[in-house]
């Protein structure tokens, strides 16, 4: 599911974009407005995947929207104007609809845009090199080995994957992660973080060391966690 936000200041095509959203299952909308500003507030305080972005509106264009911050969601441009066409993929934009937007190049851009977040692109890869997990960070693809993941932790719009060395930033949700990894080796131990169990040092009734990181663990996940964790040092004993 993609928490999606509307900016434009025309209410016909607010009501329109809304009716589409509605009708495709993997949107959910969390926000509209008509003013750029207002939009920036919301993504302080909501998990926006997908912004529907007009171009000209009163208070700040939409160009101007993506030049003056750092926006880490994939976005798709709906304008009247299409000089703009070129600056928008410069500035790397999902996709650029032309106003009227039919559903059906609608649904096309939403698919695109599900696709680059959920990390679909990549998928064969992941099969086909089970020892690493491939994915998109800063505009790149980049291959990382299972076996130097230390934890995944979710952030307000993105995951970041803390290896052994460096730290990835993904515009991706850490469901779509968890579903990249081999559940014999990680586990879900809270709603924001995944952990390389064989990465964990010391287990802890309300939380995990893995390196120099302490991790929470949830209530839920304690039992599994230490039933898994004992599974891992018996696995490593007998080799």
């Known amino acids: 599911m993609l928490n999606c936000l ?6 016909l095509v607010r009501k329109q974009i809304e009716s589409y959203v509605e009708q495709i299952p993997f949107l959910h909308l969390v926000g509209t407005t008509r003013n750029p500003v207002v939009a920036q507030a919301i993504l302080s305080t909501e ?3 997908l912004i529907f972005l007009d171009i000209k509106m009163p208070q700040m264009s939409g160009i101007e929207f993506l030049q003056t911050q750092d926006i880490y969601q994939q976005v798709i441009f709906i304008t009247a104007y299409p000089e703009y066409a070129l600056q928008g993929y410069e500035l ?7 106003k009227p937007v039919t559903f059906e190049r609608f649904l096309k851009a939403c698919e695109k845009a599900n696709a680059k977040i959920t990390g679909v692109a990549s998928v064969k890869m992941n099969r086909e090199q089970p020892d690493s997990l491939f994915v998109r960070s800063n505009h790149r693809l980049e291959k990382i080995l299972l076996a130097d993941i230390l934890f995944i932790e979710a952030m307000l719009n993105y995951v970041q994957i803390v290896t052994r060395n460096k730290k990835y930033i993904v515009y991706a949700t850490l469901k779509s992660i968890e579903e990249s990894l081999p559940a014999i080796d990680f586990l879900r131990i809270h709603k924001s973080f995944i952990v390389a169990l064989n990465q964990i040092t010391t287990l802890e009734p309300s939380q995990v060391r893995v390196a120099e990181y302490i991790l929470p663990t949830s209530r839920r996940s304690q039992q599994l966690l230490k039933q898994r964790f004992n599974e891992i040092h018996q696995r490593n004993i007998n080799k």
Do not use: R
């Not at 509307?6 to 209410?11: A, C, L, M, N």
């Open 47 to 49: 998990v926006v995947d």
């Open 92 to 98: 790397d934009v999902t996709d650029y609809l032309m």
């Open 6 to 11: 509307i900016v434009d200041d025309e209410p």
